[in-house]
């Protein structure tokens, strides 16, 4: 029995698939079988039913996962306890994020971390939620930045929730008054994220809210071209505050307050594996988000 026989297991355990397994494990998908069968065999017992494509653990092997998983965690904490005792060998430390906080709220607080702690290098990888929740799951990753999800298998902390605000370029009509009306703002064209998104089921179930239809002219995928397109007049729009920091510094963009309609906002978590043990660099990184992240953050913003 060896660890590349466990990580098989355990992989193949949470894909309930061969091929997935191979894929996190940059294995062809009969090397993955062949280390399972190895292992049954050393066992001697069935871990998995086969039914095709779906693979479900036997008995046998929901007894044995728990402990697989101890042996990986040892062995993954044995290899950092000993990049931490070699204050010159840099620790390497996997997150995920979801997009916006990847591109306005980490890039400061990566930046400060790094001064505190330099031996410890951050490797990010961001997708949406689902992907970041998956990497998660996989072990791909250790902790996650996400929206609201939920999983039997996941430790949520709740970080900031972070407001949608209507935002006008500087000499739009609006700009000389402190409030606007719902029909005020349906009346201009406005620019929001692609129909399916979150946000855009905030926005259109607080338009719904008040039985006012919104005149959209551009749906986005991307908050950096609904900015650029609200500062050259096409428009206006609504985003999330923490991702016009800089433009209202600046007096690049404004927002303006809409009456009538309930508050807008989106909840960011940080997940991990409920096994996970926050220690070490880990409990350094966490740590240091949240007191980041509320500091910085929840005050001006939540």
Known sequence: MNIEQIEAFIYVS????????????????PSV???????ENEIGYQLFNRNGKNVILTKEGETFLPFAKTVLQNMQDGILAIQQNKNSTEIDLKISSVLTVTNYVLPTLIKDFHKEYPNVKLVVHTGHSHNVLDMVLNHQVTIGISRSVSHPLIERIHLFDDEMVLVIYPNHPF???????????????????????????????????VNVKPNVVLEADNIELVKQMVKKEMGIGILPRFSIE?????????????????????????????????DGALKDFVDFLIKKIHIDYEFHIG
Do not use: C, H, Y
């Open 246 to 278: 800089e433009e209202l510094t600046f007096k690049q963009l404004n927002i303006v307050k809409i009456t009538e309609l309930p508050q807008m906002s989106r909840p960011f978590q940080l997940i991990f594996l409920k096994e996970t043990k926050i």
């Open 33 to 39: 079988s062949a280390r399972i069968k190895t292992l």
């Open 14 to 29: 949470l894909t309930g698939n061969f091929s997935k397994a191979g894929e996190i494990l940059f294995i062809s998908q």
């Open 175 to 209: 700009a000389a008054k402190e409030s606007v009306t719902v029909k005020e703002v349906a009346k201009e064209n406005l620019i929001l994220f692609n129909r399916g998104s979150l946000d855009w089921t905030l926005i259109s179930n607080a338009f719904n809210s």
